[in-house]
C-alpha cells in the first residue's frame, strides 16, 4: 500500500466538475485489492476525519462508507482478485451540496467545507441496476453495502472515465444551527 | 479476526475477536454454519464484546448464521453489542430481528 503525501502542484485536471472549490489534496493511497488491507485504510480515514473536524458519529460513517466501497470494488469489480489496483484521493473542498442531501445550518448551506473521497478502480463499467439498493424490509444477506454508503455520505456519484470506474463520495461538516446543541 | 468456540451445557458460544470485515468474514460465517447446521445445537451465543467493526459482509453472515437457526429451530443471541456494532446492525434494520443480551449470563440464563 502507497500513501502519498499532499503535494500543492499535483491536482487533477480531469476531475469531475461541480459547484464545489477545492481547497487541496489531504491524502493518496495506492493499494491492492487485497481484503487484508482494508483495516489499514479504516485506520487511516479514521484518523484523518477527526484531524478533519467531524463527530466521532460522522467519522465512523465516513469510514464505513470508504470501507464498503472498497469491498464493493474487490468483490464485484475484481471478482475477488487480490492484485488488482484501487487508488482513493482524499480532497478539502469548500462548497454547497446540489445534488446531495442539505445540511444543517444557513452557513453550512452557503459555504460547507467537506471532504471528497474518490475511489477509481479499472474494472468493467458498472451497470445502472448494479448500484441499486435491496429493500431493507427484506430479512436476507447482502446487497447491504451501497445502503450504508449512502445513509454515511451527503454526495455519492458514479462515473466511468476512461476506462476506469470513479466514485465520489462527499461529506460536509455539518454546522449546528444557532441555539441548537449536538 | 480470532474465533475461538466454546460449550456451555447445551450453548456453543462463539468469542469473536478483532474486525468483522470482508478479510475475515468467509471464515466466520463457515464456522458460524458448521456449528449450526451440522452439529445442531439448540442454542448458539455470539459474542461480539471484541468485535470493533461490523461490515455489511459481517452483517450478512450474522443474518445467514440467524436464517440457518431458525431453519433447524436453535437460537441464535448476540451478547455484548459495542456502540458501533449496534449502530450498523440499526442502520441495516435488522436490530429488532435478533435476539440481543447484554452478557453471556443473561443469554444463558434466557
Redesign the interface.
Known sequence: MTLKVPDSERRSNDRERSSDSRDGLLMRMELPSNPMLLCAVRGAVERLTESFGFSPQECRAVTRAVDEALTNIIRHAYCGRADRPIELIFSSIRGHPINGRSIQGEAGLKNAVGLEIVLCDRGPAIKPEQMCMRALEEVRAGGLGLHFIQESMDVVEYKRVKGTNRLRLIKYVHVPKPGLTA | MEISVRKVDKTVIFDLSG?M???NTPAVRKAFLREVRENRVPRVVINLSRVR?I???G???L??AL?ASRDVGSRLILIGLSG?AR??LQ????LK?FEIYDNEEEALAA
Open positions: 474486525d470485515d470482508l478479510g467493526y461490515d455489511s459482509s452483517v450478512a453472515s443474518v445467514e436464517k458501533s449502530e450498523v442502520l441495516s434494520r435488522l430481528i
